[in-house]
Nanobody, 114 residues
Framework: VQLVESGGGLVQAGGSLRLSCAAS????????MGWYRQAPGAQRESVAR???????YYADSVKGRFTISRDNAKKTVYLQMNSLQPGDTAVYYC?????????WGKGTLVTVSS
């Protein structure tokens, strides 16, 4: 199973970005999917998670600004990020649970300038 993230980049504070993560490989079904991020010198932290049925969970720091969604047919999860702040600067990683295992993407860099 491979996860490939896309959509990162440089944006000014207050701007928006939409991240995508596409899964490929021998997957019968994907259960939870989520986004994590890791800022320089910091530990990786959970940002948002979505279950197969569509229930969503967010870190307090992004509630009201980020929206996670998924397209099960496309095996893709999205993260719409609005009102971005310099503190959101990090490498964003996609994680998926499938077949009792967890899979990670290689990450996409999001840089928010002030």
């Amino acid at each position: 199973v491979q996860l490939v993230e896309s959509g990162g980049g440089l944006v000014q504070a207050g701007g928006s970005l939409r991240l995508s993560c596409a899964a490929s490989g021998s997957i019968f079904s994907i259960n939870d999917m989520g986004w994590y991020r890791q800022a320089p010198g910091a530990q990786r932290e959970s940002v948002a998670r979505i279950t197969r049925s569509g229930s969503t969970y967010y870190a307090d720091s992004v509630k009201g600004r980020f929206t996670i969604s998924r397209d099960n047919a496309k095996k893709t999860v999205y993260l719409q990020m609005n009102s971005l702040q310099p503190g959101d600067t990090a490498v964003y990683y996609c994680k998926a649970a499938a077949g009792g295992m967890y899979y990670w993407g290689k990450g996409t860099l999001v840089t928010v300038s002030s």
